[in-house]
C-alpha cells in the first residue's frame, strides 16, 4: 500500500496583530511613506513586518534597511528579526549583515553615517527603510533616493519611520507634514502615517507605565514625543524666538535716522545676507534677506548691492572671518574681492559660542520682562524664520549649534555674525542750544530796558 502523500508546508512568519495605523502604513503605496511622530507608536516593529512581507511576496527583491549607527540598527532590527525568521525560511549572514531568503529575497542591513555616501552610491534596491529619519540630511535621504532603481518590475519604494527633532527635523516636516515642495516634487509620492502611544495598545498593555512617563516630561519635549507634535520642538537650540513675540509686519519706511548695516555668510553652496536697522533704543530690526546659490563673489556682491535702495546709507557690511584667507591661486582674499566689487567689509568674530550666546541675548526683552525683545524680524524674513526654529544643539557641544542641515546654518550664521559684532544704534538730534539761557535775558533786560520795570514804565510820552 502506497505511502500517503503530504505536501509540504511553506515556511511562514507570525506577524502578530497589527494595529490600524500599522495597518495603514503596511496598505500604503506611495513612492514615499512615513510612519510616526510619537514615542510609543510601534515604528520599528511594524518596519521589520513590512520588510519581511515584502520579502516574501516579490522574490528577487533588494531591500535595504538604514540606520545612522550600525549597534542601534543591530539592538532595534537585526536582533529582533533574526527571532521571528525560521531557518528554513532565510539564512543571515552576519559578516555581510544581510538576509537571504528561499525565493532570492534578500534584506540588506547597513548605516549610513557623515562621510558614508560614497558607501551608497551607485548600488541599487528595490526598497529602501530609513529607520529614525530625522537623524539624516537631506542629501543623505536623496543619496538613497537615487538607489531605488532596477531592471525589475517591482514598485520602487522608500519607508520612513521617525520623530520630531534631530538634524533631518527640517526636510522631514517640509516634505510629510507641512507638505512644501519644490520644483522636481510631487505631492502624490509622499504618505505619512501619525501614530502615537494611544495607536499602541500592545505597548500600553505591556507597560501602562510608559504612557505616564511621556506625560510627566517638560511641556515642550511631552508635545513632541507624547502627541508628535513638530513645531513642539522647533527651535530646540533657540527655544526663546517665537512668531507671535519676535515676528512683526514689515516697515512701509524704516526711519532715515535708523543706523542699518548688512550681514552675511557666504559660499558657493548659499549666500545668506541681512539686513538690520538700529533704532534709538538699541533694538534691532531685520528687515531684508536674500538667500541664492551658486553665485561667485562679484555676484553676490552685485545682488547685496541691487537689494540695497540708493537712499539707504549701510553703516557697514559683516562677514565671516573666512573672508580673509588667502587665495592659493590668486594670493587674494575674497574681503579685498567683496570690496573691488563695491561691498567693503567689517570681520566678525569667529567665536560661535559667544556669537549664539549674544544672539540669546538679544532675542530676550530689551529692558524688563514686559518690555519688547531686543531683536525683532519682519515677516517678510521667511528663510530666517524658518531656519531659526530649526536649527538643533551641537550633539558633543550643548552650547553650540549642530552644523547640520548645512543649508539651514547659512542665514543663522549671518544672524550670528552681527549680533557679535558690536554696532551703534540710532542717536536722537541734539536739542538746539537757547541762543539766550536764563542769565542772559536778564543781562539783556538790564542793558537794552535800563533795569528792572518800575512806575515810569507805566507812563507814556509824558511826566
Known amino acids: 500500500m502506497a505511502a500517503p ?81 525560521p531557518a528554513e525560511l532565510a539564512t543571515y549572514n552576519g559578516g555581510m549583515h544581510m538576509f537571504t531568503f528561499y525565493n532570492g529575497a534578500i534584506i540588506k542591513f547597513g548605516h549610513y553615517g557623515s562621510g558614508d555616501d560614497i558607501e551608497y552610491q551607485g548600488q541599487e534596491y528595490d526598497w529602501i527603510f530609513i529607520d529614525e529619519a530625522t537623524q539624516f540630511t537631506e542629501e543623505q535621504f536623496r543619496t538613497l533616493g537615487a538607489c531605488l532603481r532596477g531592471a525589475t518590475k517591482i514598485p520602487r519604494r522608500m519607508y520612513l519611520t521617525c520623530n520630531p527633532g534631530g538634524i533631518g527635523h527640517a526636510w522631514v516636516k517640509r516634505l510629510f507634514i507641512d507638505r512644501e515642495y519644490q520644483d522636481g ?57 517665537r512668531k507671535e513675540t519676535h515676528v512683526i509686519e514689515p516697515f512701509m519706511r524704516i526711519p532715515a535716522e535708523w543706523k542699518k548695516y548688512r550681514a552675511f555668510d557666504y559660499g558657493l553652496d548659499m549666500f545668506a545676507c541681512l539686513w538690520i536697522a538700529v533704532d534709538f533704543e538699541g533694538r ?135 549680533c557679535i559684532t558690536r554696532t551703534l544704534g540710532a542717536q536722537l538730534p541734539e536739542a538746539a542750544e537757547d541762543p539766550m539761557p536764563g542769565e542772559a535775558y536778564e543781562d539783556y533786560d538790564e542793558e537794552m530796558t535800563g533795569g528792572e520795570m518800575d512806575a515810569s514804565y507805566l507812563s507814556y510820552g509824558g511826566e
Open 185 to 241: 516634487e510631487k505631492e502624490k509620492d509622499y504618505t505619512f502615517i501619525h501614530a502615537t502611544v494611544d495607536d499602541n495598545p500592545q505597548l500600553l498593555e505591556a507597560s501602562p507605565e510608559y504612557k505616564q512617563m511621556l506625560d510627566l516630561l517638560p511641556e515642550d519635549v511631552r508635545r513632541a514625543w507624547r502627541y508628535g507634535d513638530w513645531d513642539a520642538l522647533a527651535g530646540t537650540f533657540f527655544p526663546e524666538f
Open 284 to 418: 534691532c530690526y531685520v528687515y531684508r534677506e536674500a538667500q541664492q546659490s551658486g553665485l561667485i563673489v562679484s555676484e553676490a556682491a552685485a545682488l547685496a548691492l541691487s537689494m540695497t535702495p540708493p537712499e539707504e546709507h549701510i553703516e557697514f557690511t559683516i562677514a565671516p572671518p573666512d573672508m580673509w584667507n588667502r587665495q592659493k591661486d590668486s594670493g587674494k582674499n575674497m574681503a579685498e574681492l567683496f570690496a573691488q566689487n563695491g561691498v567693503g567689509l567689517l570681520r566678525a568674530s569667529s567665536n560661535r559660542v559667544q556669537g549664539w550666546a549674544a544672539e540669546k541675548e538679544m532675542l530676550k526683552p530689551l529692558r524688563g520682562e514686559k518690555d519688547r525683545p531686543g531683536l525683532l524680524v519682519t515677516s517678510n524674513c521667511r528663510g530666517l524664520i524658518r531656519n531659526i526654529m530649526l536649527i538643533q544643539h551641537d550633539e558633543k557641544n550643548p552650547s553650540d549649534c549642530a552644523t547640520e542641515p548645512h543649508n539651514i546654518t547659512h542665514i543663522n550664521d549671518a544672524l550670528r555674525y552681527f
Open 5 to 85: 502523500y503530504y505536501k509540504k508546508k511553506e515556511p511562514t512568519v507570525d506577524f502578530g496583530e497589527l494595529n490600524p495605523k500599522q495597518k495603514q502604513f503596511t496598505q500604503a503605496r506611495s513612492r514615499y511613506v512615513g510612519y510616526g511622530g510619537a514615542r510609543g507608536g510601534g515604528k520599528s516593529h511594524v518596519l521589520r513586518i513590512k520588510a519581511l512581507m515584502g520579502a516574501l511576496t516579490y522574490p528577487d527583491i533588494r531591500i535595504l534597511i538604514v540606520r545612522r549607527e550600525y549597534p542601534e540598527l543591530e539592538q532595534g532590527i537585526i536582533i529582533p528579526m533574526r527571532k521571528m525568521v
